[in-house]
């Protein structure tokens, strides 16, 4: 859960859930340096919910763990259930 703490990881992961993408792809979409964004990616890497291949100079990143995806929507039927609680609890 470490790794998904960043907004930029789960940016990361969020784009890689439409399919693998070439970090080429990826970089114009954050205002950073490569080097900043390229160890983003090696946390992503390293609990193993990204994974790499390269082709020539190009490196292509896929999610390693496509079921990462489900721990979103848990989190969010959790904050629904936990604002529906609140919303009784101030009627009362």
């Given at each position: 859960m470490k790794a998904l703490s960043s907004p930029v990881r789960l940016?990361?992961?969020?784009?890689?859930?439409?399919?693998?993408?070439?970090?080429?792809?990826?970089?114009?979409?954050?205002?950073?340096?490569?080097?900043?964004?390229?160890?983003?990616?090696?946390?992503?890497?390293?609990?193993?919910?990204?994974?790499?291949?390269?082709?020539?100079?190009?490196?292509y990143l896929k999610l390693q763990t496509p079921c990462i995806l489900n721990v979103f929507d848990c989190t969010m039927k959790v904050i629904r259930a936990e604002a529906k609680r609140h919303a009784r609890l101030a009627k009362t």
């Open positions: 940016k990361i992961v969020d784009e890689l859930s439409r399919g693998e993408r070439c970090m080429c792809e990826i970089q114009p979409m954050f205002k950073m340096n490569k080097s900043t964004l390229s160890r983003h990616v090696t946390a992503l890497k390293n609990v193993g919910i990204v994974s790499e291949r390269r082709e020539g100079i190009r490196c």
